[in-house]
């Protein structure tokens, strides 16, 4: 017998993940890491590792960790969704900037390059299935100054994001062109996100 879910748990701290699961009526309670959790330290990049291996072995450890976290909590059984966005110029991986200079840097290099937007996601549902997708985009940044840079890292925006940008935020007055998906640049493609749950019987 199948069984229907009303609700999901989300495992993600991002704000837009939220926003972006509302927009598609989907009802979600989030599953954040505990205190003694290291979040971050499973975004460590890997020597040698492209970004597409790296996006996706992020998004299953994250996923790992949330499973595991909601058996310690005794939460319900429902199905948990995470996902993992990262900007790559080429094969080189631009993660969250530590500060304003390791911001400045890649917003310079960025700058006048066509880059992709990789965000994979991945939903574990019954019987310790796990269902996932990944969405790649391409964006082209062109006309920022010097000056534009500063304004824009004074702004906050490019911290707690990969790549130094969001593209909702301000930054959107100098892309020049997008392929893909808008959402998926957000942090979470609607298209390919709907469909997982869908598979994992979510009513939404």
Sequence with gaps: ??????????????????????????????????????????EAVLEGETPDAYVQRVTRAKLDAAVARRARLELP????????T???????????????AEARTMLRAL?????????AVAV?????????????SRVRLEGMRETDIDAYIASGEP????????IQGRIAAFVAHV????????GLPLHETAMLLRQAHVRF
């Design 1 to 42: 017998m199948t069984i229907s879910h009303e609700s999901i748990l989300l495992a993600s701290q991002s704000p837009r993940r939220r926003q972006l699961l509302e927009q598609i009526g989907v009802a979600h309670e989030l599953l954040l890491p505990e205190a003694h959790e290291d979040a971050e330290a499973l």
């Design 77 to 84: 059984a429902v199905p948990v969704l995470v996902a993992d």
């Design 86 to 100: 990262t900007v790559a110029l080429g094969k080189r991986i631009l993660g969250k900037p530590a500060d304003e």
């Design 111 to 119: 700058c006048g390059h066509t880059h992709r937007v990789l965000t």
């Design 124 to 136: 574990a549902c019954e019987g310790n299935r796990v269902l996932h997708a990944l969405s790649v």
């Design 159 to 166: 911290f707690g994001k990969a790549g130094a940008y969001g």
């Design 179 to 186: 392929e893909g998906s808008y959402s998926g640049i957000m």
